[in-house]
T-cell receptor, first 109, second 114 residues
């Protein structure tokens, strides 16, 4: 099966940087995804890592280490609109996509 | 923009009724998923499909059933709704394998059973 762990909540001020860690265990790894979900809305895709290393997309970067079963999402230059839940999701080789419980990020002025 | 649609968006029904939640996508994706999510809580995978005539149960036990007769359509059915089924149901789809395997989500169906 798959086991995905991430912190429940993080708080940071506007303009700061926040790093959300995710550790996982899975039978056959086929990629790790990060999604953003605002309250009452559907998740939206942020990033995808299948090889080790850092993927950068504007203010958001995601890192993966397959040997350690570890990923992080880095949010830079935080804005109030970044207040949301950030979901780590893992796909196994059979395409089963499972999500972690999510990390609620609260951005304060 | 993702072309995946769920209907209805909101549904309030009485206990014991049979309901079907619709999910359709026009992207030709083989993989489709149903997730259940209570407010402020995590997404739980309840069903997934690799393609036509292929369905599997997820990790969260659910009394619902699904079918995949056509690639674009993945309906979820509750034969006899109960208050414990009150939740948000999210449908998603993705391509098989490759680099672009992000899942696209529908807007969800918020179900209330009274």
């Amino acid at each position: 099966g798959q086991n995905i762990d991430q912190p429940t909540e993080m708080t940071a001020t506007e303009g700061a940087i926040v790093q959300i860690n995710c550790t996982y265990q899975t039978s056959g790894f086929n990629g790790l995804f990060w999604y953003q979900q605002h309250a009452g809305e559907a998740p939206t895709f942020l990033s995808y890592n299948v090889l080790d290393g850092l993927e950068e997309k504007g203010r958001f970067s995601s890192f993966l280490s397959r040997s350690k079963g570890y990923s992080y999402l880095l949010l830079k230059e935080l804005q109030m609109k970044d207040s949301a839940s950030y979901l780590c999701a893992v796909s196994n080789r059979w395409g089963k996509l499972q999500f972690g419980a999510g990390t609620q990020v609260v951005v304060t002025p | 923009e993702a072309d995946i649609y769920q209907t209805p968006r909101y549904l309030v029904i009485g206990t014991g009724k049979k309901i079907t939640l619709e999910c359709s996508q026009t992207m030709g994706h083989d993989k489709m998923y149903w997730y259940q999510q209570d407010p402020g809580m995590e997404l739980h995978l309840i069903h997934y499909s690799y393609g036509v005539n292929s369905t599997e149960k997820g990790d969260l036990s659910s009394e619902s059933t699904v079918s995949r007769i056509r690639t674009e359509h993945f309906p979820l059915t509750l034969e006899s709704a109960r208050p414990s089924h009150t939740s948000q149901y999210l449908c998603a789809s993705s391509e098989p394998g490759g680099a672009n395997t992000e899942a696209f989500f529908g807007q969800g169906t918020r179900l209330t059973v009274v």
